[in-house]
């Protein structure tokens, strides 16, 4: 019998996993995350580290219980449009059905937006045989509104190559724009009722700061570099997301799903290791932060685990802000 989770530790150690997603499906807390290969690999800012092969979910009965690995949920050898690099996964529930969706390297090593489908949240899933039409770039994560409208918010700079996309086609030598000029934003697109396209062409969100300015790209504290991810609380819809460069994890809210979002502070410091990916959750009464470091690996870029921490809200909606190695 494995150990009971706890806080700020690793909840699971036979697997290195990484970015990820919680939702409470069937009553339980249920994670997709990266499955993080255990290799050697030279680290680069294109992301070749990075070079998993499959998805396994994990899930917990509650925030005490021991975290249990459903085993493999899909392999990129199983899908025929993918060539490599199973990046950060999301998960949603409709129609009766779970929905995985992924990105990875295309055969012409263009990243791409895929889903997968199961009768069961643990999977496995079987995927689409091609990728989403119009999809681009990486980190796909879905937000299921009150009024059962699906949205899907993706993107990432760098090895996730949303630089090559800021015309809306693609050009390769891509690069992003000047420091003084807005930072390229995340992407969001409707998703259709049977949660498989997009039903308009992905859109550009607007991060803001309190005058209404967009958030310029050299402000790398606070400009969007990967990892979205969209939750309602109290109303208000919450965009928070990866300063990649500074390491951090930051948030804007905004009254409507697509945006603009005012920025307005930091979720979680710095982590172990070079990237930071986080997902937020409410379980019963309380919101949980989902994320990852390479504590585990000592260091490691490529080698993570996920954790997860309680988080707090202020009378006013702002998030407490979280040092996951304060004692
Ligand atoms: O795990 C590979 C990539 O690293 C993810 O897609 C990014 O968000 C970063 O965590």
Request: a negative charge; hydrophobic letters at 30%; one cysteine or more.
């Amino acid at each position: 019998m494995s150990k009971p989770a706890q806080p700020n530790e690793p909840i699971v150690t036979h697997i290195y996993t990484a970015d990820p997603s919680a939702h409470v499906f069937e009553g339980k807390i249920y994670i997709y995350p990266s499955h993080d290969l255990d290799h050697e690999n030279t680290s680069n800012d294109n992301g070749d580290q990075y070079d998993m092969e499959d998805y396994h979910v994990l899930s917990m009965e509650d925030v005490n219980a021991p975290c249990v690995d459903h085993g493999q949920a899909l392999h990129v050898k199983d899908v025929p449009w993918a060539k490599k690099q199973m990046w950060a996964p999301d998960a949603a529930y409709k129609n009766d059905t779970y929905y995985l969706y992924f990105p990875a390297r295309d055969h012409n090593d263009i990243f791409r937006l895929g889903v997968a489908t199961s009768s069961s949240p643990s999977g496995p899933f079987t995927p689409e045989p091609d990728y989403i039409p119009g999809s681009y770039s990486i980190d796909p994560a879905v937000f299921v509104d009150d009024d059962n409208r699906a949205y899907i918010y993706f993107g990432g700079l760098w090895g996730g190559q949303l630089e090559q996309w800021q015309t809306g086609s693609h050009i390769p030598d891509g690069e992003g724009p000047a420091a003084d000029a807005p930072a390229i934003g995340p992407r969001v697109a409707e998703l259709s009722d049977d949660m498989l396209t997009f039903k308009d062409t992905p859109q550009e969100i607007s991060i803001i700061d309190e005058n209404g300015s967009p958030i310029t790209a050299g402000d790398e504290e606070r400009r969007y570099f990967e990892g979205p991810w969209v939750h309602k609380y109290n109303g208000t819809y919450y965009l928070s997301y990866s300063t990649g460069s500074t390491h951090q994890i930051v948030y804007g809210t905004s009254q409507s799903p697509t945006g603009p979002f005012e920025f307005k502070g930091t979720i979680l410091t710095p982590v172990i290791g070079w990237t930071t990916h986080h997902s937020i959750v409410q379980f019963q009464d309380k919101w949980y932060l989902f994320y990852h470091d390479s504590s585990l690996s000592g260091g490691a870029d490529n080698k993570r685990s996920v954790k997860f921490t309680e988080l707090k809200y202020n009378a006013d909606g702002t998030i407490q802000t979280i040092d996951p190695y304060s004692k």
